[in-house]
C-alpha cells in the first residue's frame, strides 16, 4: 500500500506489501487509514492535515467558519 497524500514529513510513503486486493483492504481498515476517494493516507498524514486545515482551505480559497458555526463542546444536562 502506499501513502496517496505523502504531505507529512514523517508519512510512512509505504505500507506493508500485499498479495491481493482483500489482503490490502484488510491491512488498510487494521491500520486506520483513511480512504480520500482517490486513495488511502496514513494516520501520520491526516494529522498533518488537520492540523493545518486552516492554511488548506487559505489555499483552496476558501473562507473559515465563522466563530458562531463553530460547535463549542458538549451541553450537559444536569
Same mark, same amino acid.
Given at each position: 500500500?502506499?501513502?496517496?497524500?505523502?504531505?507529512?514529513? &514523517?508519512? *510512512?510513503?509505504?505500507?506493508?506489501?500485499? &498479495? #491481493?486486493?482483500?489482503?490490502?483492504?484488510?491491512?488498510?481498515?487494521?491500520? !486506520?487509514?483513511?480512504? #480520500?476517494? &482517490?486513495?488511502?493516507?496514513?494516520?501520520? !498524514?491526516?494529522?498533518?492535515?488537520?492540523?493545518? *486545515?486552516?492554511?488548506?482551505?487559505?489555499?483552496?480559497?476558501?473562507?473559515?467558519?465563522?466563530? &458562531?458555526? *463553530?460547535?463549542?463542546?458538549?451541553?450537559?444536562? *444536569?
Amino acid at each position: 500500500m502506499e501513502c496517496y497524500t505523502q504531505v507529512s514529513n &514523517d508519512c *510512512l510513503k509505504n505500507g506493508e506489501y500485499c &498479495d #491481493s486486493e482483500e489482503e490490502a483492504e484488510y491491512w488498510v481498515e487494521e491500520e !486506520c487509514w483513511i480512504f #480520500s476517494g &482517490d486513495g488511502w493516507f496514513c494516520n501520520n !498524514c491526516n494529522r498533518h492535515f488537520m492540523q493545518n *486545515l486552516t492554511q488548506v482551505r487559505r489555499v483552496k480559497g476558501q473562507e473559515p467558519p465563522s466563530d &458562531d458555526d *463553530l460547535y463549542k463542546g458538549i451541553e450537559t444536562i *444536569l
